[in-house]
């Protein structure tokens, strides 16, 4: 996600450092807080100062309620801060304004809202590269292929530099595509239910769990297509780049990797007719927007499920964030922006035999 360089809010919005250390009064005195609040990822003291900056109707609001909808998306509150761009768009119809909401709605899963933005950013700014780059992307997902590869030209013919970046997300989405048809399931079992809960945060020292979702075609590279410093047509030249996350609450000092513990249950019934002793299944996060790796959790079970009967099988798993690396993973405030599914992997019977069987 991109964002406004300061000196384009106004000469009022602008932090100094005399500033910061005194009482706000004015609108103008907290919006120049809520700035210094956001740039040091102080989201909530930002929400706040904003707030207050709207309520004294201080000047340039259409910005106070753009940085709070940010402020707010950085929370996790994504309906919220949709809310809050779109105020400031009633507000002033600025194209930085429409292609940060399209993201947004791209990343709630509302891809007519999102391409109907990216539409306007381009009617606005017609040589902003990126909303080309991010419409495409939107496009594909949609499974309109033609028009996506006419917006990656337009956006490469732009800012030839995107070409990388586009390029290695609309893999991701064809690979996606690829991996929703993952390889036969067993025809002997029916799977009943899934489902996962949160486990309460703690620091833990075992070894994390998660694998990549290469075993199913989706590249593993960090794709940021949101978010590029370099934008040709740009109207508004980024100087506060902060990555966006889905779970800021994840965030840690590099020297302290934060653990979760998750909890995955998954409930199949044996309809064949032999006895299962043993299974090996996954568990697939696939978030919405395109900007995040999909994270997979695979377990081996041992059981007991005689023909006809059904059992329910949970397993615990570990989300760690390391320096430099991040498992996007749903909470329960979040768990709307991802899709949810699960395979099985791997069936051992009672006689010995397994599935799928081995090649010859």
């Not at 306007?120 to 594909?140: M, N, S």
């Not at 993952?182 to 799977?191: C, M, N, S, T, Y």
């Not at 377990?299 to 329910?312: D, L, M, R, V």
Request: aromatic content about 8%.
């Amino acid at each position: 996600m991109l964002y406004f360089s300061l000196v384009l809010i106004s000469l009022s919005l602008l932090t100094t450092s005399g500033s910061q250390t005194q009482t706000p009064l004015s609108g103008e005195d907290y919006s120049q807080r809520g700035i210094a609040r956001f740039e040091k990822n102080d989201f909530e003291g930002a929400v706040s100062d904003f707030t207050k900056a709207i309520e004294l109707k201080g000047s340039n609001l259409e910005f106070c309620y753009y940085f709070r909808g940010m402020a707010n998306y950085r929370q996790g509150n994504l309906e919220v801060a949709i809310a809050d761009i779109s105020k400031a768009i009633t507000i002033r119809s600025h194209p930085r304004f429409y292609e940060d909401r399209g993201t947004l709605l791209l990343k709630k899963g509302d891809l007519d809202g999102a391409i109907a933005d990216l539409n306007k950013t381009i009617e606005l700014a017609p040589q902003f590269a990126k909303a080309y780059g991010d419409r495409g992307i939107v496009h594909l997902m949609r499974g309109e292929n033609a028009q996506a590869e006419l917006d990656f030209k337009k956006c490469f013919e732009l800012d030839s530099t995107l070409q990388t970046q586009i390029n290695a997300a609309a893999n991701q989405i064809k690979q996606r595509a690829a991996s929703s048809q993952i390889r036969d399931q067993p025809a002997d079992v029916k799977v009943v239910k899934f489902d996962w809960s949160e486990m309460p945060e703690r620091i833990l020292n075992a070894t994390p769990s998660p694998i990549s979702v290469s075993s199913t075609g989706v590249s593993q590279t960090g794709t940021r297509v949101l978010a590029n410093p370099a934008d040709k047509g740009d109207p508004g030249r980024p100087e506060v780049g902060l990555e966006p996350s889905l779970n800021p609450s994840t965030a840690r000092s590099p020297r302290s990797p934060a653990r979760l513990e998750e909890t995955f249950t998954l409930v199949i019934e044996n309809v064949g007719n032999k006895t299962i002793v043993g299974v090996r299944w996954t568990y697939f996060f696939y978030p919405k927007d395109v900007t995040h790796e999909p994270t997979a959790f695979t377990f081996s079970s041992k059981t007991k499920i005689a023909p006809g009967k059904e059992k329910t099988l949970s397993e615990q798993g570990l989300v760690t964030t390391e320096p430099g690396h991040r498992i996007e993973m749903p909470t329960k405030k979040t768990r709307m922006l991802f899709n949810e599914r699960v395979a099985v992997l791997h069936l051992d019977y009672a006689d010995g035999s397994v599935w799928p069987s081995p090649q010859p």
